[in-house]
Each structure stands twice: as C-alpha cells, then as structure tokens.
C-alpha cells in the first residue's frame, strides 16, 4: 500500500473547529499522513494572502511521493485548497466543509469532490443554490437544517456531536 496524505485548510477560526479535527481524523484513522495549513488571519478576506501563506507549505511536500492525496477544508479554506490544487495540478480529492461563494468556480463533476457540506442557515452562500449545483454536478452534498456557517450551535454540545456525526459519516 502506497503512502496517503490529507492536508487540512482551516478556515477563519483555524483548527478549533470539530468539522476540520474529525475530517481529518477520518483519514487519519485510514493511515493518511496529517498536514495541516495554518493560515495568519489578520481580519481582512485576503485570498491572496493565505494562498501565498499556503504555498510556502504546500511547496514542500512532495505531492508525486503519495498515493493518495486529499485536502478537507473549511470556509475560506475551501478556496485556498481549491486554488492550490489547481496551481499545482495536484491530484486531491476535495473535502468542501461549508464552502463561499468563491469555492463556486472549483464546484464541477471533475475536479474529484468527495463532500460538499453546507448549514441551510449560512449567511455566506446559498445552501440550496450550492445544493443545486452539486446534484447538477453529480456531487455528494450534505445540506445540515437549522445551522449556520460554522456548522454549529451555541451552548448545544449534544447538537454538536449530532452535526458532527451527520457530516463525518457522509465521507465514509
């Protein structure tokens, strides 16, 4: 069996978020190598910036040494990934926790999504529009009720684990 990789492209809120941990513990368990890409959040929505912070790690690894490659990212992660995959040609299969609406270009039946995961309360795209794209694609999208952008409710932790549970278990 060949060597596996699952690199990690938090969002704003960094690793903190239970999504991104159990994503890429999923993979973990499976024998996948973990990397994780921190991204220096200075308050502003500077793509530019994170790709350029996420090449820096991304260029040294050496993608053509794995079998297997796949990127979980979350919110403006979502695009850094997206972007860098396609920059660099790498051959990941995508993991799209509650991506924006500029992860939209990368949504297509050929760029190997595996999950597309989105709360039908996100205030930053349109989970029923995003939804609607992926069937069109032919993309997995698990479309969370009564949840938001961070995919999660305050003072519920049994919720939490529910919304937790629901998306880990769409990847296998």
């Given at each position: 069996m060949g060597r596996k990789i699952g690199v990690s492209f938090p969002g704003v809120r960094g690793y903190e978020i239970p999504?991104?941990?159990?994503g890429a513990k999923f993979y973990e368990d499976k024998g996948?190598?973990?990397?994780?890409?921190?991204h220096p959040w200075n308050g502003?929505?500077?793509?530019?910036?994170?790709?350029?912070?996420a090449e820096k790690v991304i260029q040294e690894v050496k993608f053509d040494e794995y079998d297997d490659i796949v990127f979980v990212a979350?919110?403006?992660?979502?695009?850094?990934?997206?972007q860098i995959k396609e920059k660099y040609q790498i051959p990941a299969a995508l993991i799209l926790f509650t991506p924006l609406y500029?992860?939209?270009?990368?949504?297509?039946?050929?760029?190997d999504i595996k999950l597309v995961a989105v709360g039908d309360k996100d205030r930053y795209i349109d989970a029923l529009m995003l939804s609607a794209e992926?069937?069109?694609?032919?993309?997995?999208?698990?479309?969370?009720?009564?949840?938001?952008?961070?995919?999660?409710?305050m003072n519920d932790l049994n919720r939490n684990l529910e919304i937790v549970a629901n998306v880990i278990r769409k990847l296998g």
């Amino acid at each position: 069996m060949g060597r596996k990789i699952g690199v990690s492209f938090p969002g704003v809120r960094g690793y903190e978020i239970p999504l991104l941990y159990f994503g890429a513990k999923f993979y973990e368990d499976k024998g996948y190598e973990k990397l994780f890409i921190s991204h220096p959040w200075n308050g502003d929505y500077d793509f530019s910036a994170l790709l350029e912070n996420a090449e820096k790690v991304i260029q040294e690894v050496k993608f053509d040494e794995y079998d297997d490659i796949v990127f979980v990212a979350k919110s403006i992660g979502t695009v850094v990934a997206c972007q860098i995959k396609e920059k660099y040609q790498i051959p990941a299969a995508l993991i799209l926790f509650t991506p924006l609406y500029e992860t939209m270009p990368y949504i297509h039946h050929g760029n190997d999504i595996k999950l597309v995961a989105v709360g039908d309360k996100d205030r930053y795209i349109d989970a029923l529009m995003l939804s609607a794209e992926c069937e069109k694609e032919g993309i997995l999208c698990h479309v969370e009720q009564n949840v938001g952008h961070r995919m999660e409710v305050m003072n519920d932790l049994n919720r939490n684990l529910e919304i937790v549970a629901n998306v880990i278990r769409k990847l296998g």
